[in-house]
């Protein structure tokens, strides 16, 4: 896993060595084990490594055997040795043993066309010099993010993260009130759109093709939910096939994979399969908290017992979130509604600190098999419409959500549900969280609220949905939306490559080979959800793999402290510096005057439910955001030392082999630049 970042300028002038060098310098995060540069009349790149699969030949950028192709990539491509082969067969010479020259090679035989062959989690820029174009894609789930902005002279700047884009010095930061405002409507914002002001971000499953100035983009991969009638004869069969396959595709590497364990069904799986599979003694981490209704180690206890892992926790105390928080914002690069990547990036701190930099973990699970309670809560919604006078139907609520008291129910909760709209709208399944979430926006100020007259983030993804939306069941149109507005944007974003990578942890999902997506999405949704039961026909294959009690266990979700995070136990300074009505008033986004009542409310311990957490920890969250990436110039040092490998081309341009392959300090190395000043 690493991060890469890069120029294509739509005039032959070239990219300075010293701009790029400060791109790769605010990713050193990503790839503390060395950088690379390639510098070219129109192209420039640069590459910071996380060396995970040949750790002697894989530096980047990587180009094929002429230099006609060059690529800089971040992620894993699992069956890269398979597709070796098939290249070395059709006659194509490798000089590394890592899967990044299966991109170039791969480019060289099929095109874009490579990119339905690759089983992986990516995100890659290619050059191909004899055609003067830059290739972009990302893999079919989102798993690793892509950052590009098209200049007015038509330049194209890209990169792994949007800070490498603002360390250019050719891109501005301006806060989207568009992308905030989906931020405080579906978590996230949906790809394209981004928190930043003329900054997008690749689609999940698209793929993208810069030439003169002009970017195009297409969907290579899309979500399809075609359900069954009935479950097939050897569903479990197949289930165990695939997942046994997928987790030890997960485990090449060549350094040692260890696996987050929650406690759940999910990482119980992973974890359970990787132990059979690893080389070496299986290491495996944890998150637990003081707050008893939060923490599940008693679990996580039990299967690294049964494991015979070597296990570490992370337990998050009083005051750890708060202190996080910043640097979370910092890595996540948006505004959040709730704390829970901070535990996280403590997390994956740990993690680290022991010595592992590759786990499996088990995010997808959930959005293939059904296993949230919101699925059960749009079957229960459902259930209830179809007799709107019966009396004992909405009691089925009471049985959703069973980490909340008794004190949260009763007949208001349940009418949350029912009126909070019609099957006849394609956002059903959703409504009641978006809902929820978009009470945020009552503590607008007056002038957000007049930037954003007229939009709706809700009504644009109506008209985004694909045209056979309405033909799938009700719980996959669910499962569809959940995919794509929670997911992509928020699980594999905020919660996962960001935090995992701002320790220099990659993450792994094996529940996101596209081959099981496939093999979930053509169950009946009655294999997933049976009745009230999440995820039947995972469980009932589990009962083999992992203890018959977690196999069987009700899930329970992850979830953070919030208002208490930063109330409890003294209030930080930051938190109350950035709340104050001058801070709020500077930004512009909240009414301070009505931000002051909710923050009296939290210091006085009276703050409850989770309207109020989600509203303080977004406007918390969306001050952090706008001091540390608008308000302040973004310093940045250039990486210390000689890149790794620095590729340059000739002075004409010639799509001929590169003129050398060996290390050439950057101008200006060391020294701290300023950018946005």
Known sequence: MCGFAGIARSEPRGVAPATLSRMAAVLHHRGPDGY??????????????????????????????????????????????????????????????????????????WGAAMLDRLNGQFAFAL????????FL????????????????????VFGSEVKALLASGEVEAAPDLRGFDEVFTFWAARAPRTPFRGIAQLEPGTCALWRDGALSIRRYYALDYPGAEAEPADALERLDEIMRDSVA??????????????????????????????????RTFSVTFEDPTLDESAYQLRLARELGSAH????????????????????????????????????????????????????????????YDLFKETAVRRFCLRQPGSAWRPRLFDRLYPYLGPGARGEPWRRFFLDAGGEDD???????RFLLTSRIKEFYSREAKAELEGFDAMEELRQSLPEGFARWSPLHRAAYLEMTTLLASYL????????????SVEGR??????RLFEFAAALPASSKLRVLREKDVLRRWADDVVPRELARRPKQPYRAPDIPAFFEGGEPEYVTELLAPEALERTGIFDPAIVAGLVRRCRAGRAAGFRESQALVAILSTQLWHREFVERPMEVAAPAGAPDVHLTESEDGAAGALDRLVPAPPADAGHPAVVGA
């Not at 996380?50 to 491509?77: F, K, T």
């Not at 956002?427 to 009641?432: A, R």
């Open 127 to 134: 050059y191909d010099r004899r055609r003067e174009q830059i």
């Open 137 to 156: 894609a990302r893999d079919r789930f989102g798993v690793r993010p892509l950052f590009y902005a098209l200049t007015g002279a038509g330049d194209l």
């Open 249 to 282: 595709l997960r485990m090449r590497a060549d350094v040692p994979v260890g696996g987050y364990l929650s406690g759940g069904l999910d990482s119980s799986i992973t974890c359970a399969l990787a132990a059979g599979l690893s080389p070496y003694e299986l």
């Open 492 to 503: 594999l974003s905020s919660q996962g490559d960001r935090m995992g990578m701002a320790n």
């Open 509 to 514: 999902f094996p529940f996101l080979d596209h």
């Open 36 to 109: 690379g540069l390639f510098t070219g009349r129109r192209v420039g790149f640069a590459h910071t490594r996380l060396s995970i699969i040949d750790l002697a030949g894989g530096a980047q950028p990587l180009a094929n055997e002429d230099g006609s192709v060059v690529v800089v990539y971040n992620g894993e491509v699992y069956n890269y040795l398979e597709l070796q082969r098939e290249l070395e067969a059709l006659g194509h010479r490798f000089r590394t043993h890592c899967d990044t020259e299966v991109l170039v090679h791969g480019w060289e035989e």
């Open 312 to 371: 570490a926790v992370e337990h998050i105390r009083s005051g750890d979130i708060a202190a996080v928080f910043p640097a979370v914002i910092r890595h996540t690069e948006t505004p959040l509604v709730r704390t829970a990547p901070a535990p996280l990036y403590l997390l994956s701190k740990l993690t680290r600190e022991r010595g592992i930099k590759v786990v499996l973990t088990g995010e997808g699970s959930d959005e293939l098999f059904l296993g």
């Open 426 to 432: 394609p956002l059903f399944s959703h409504l009641p």
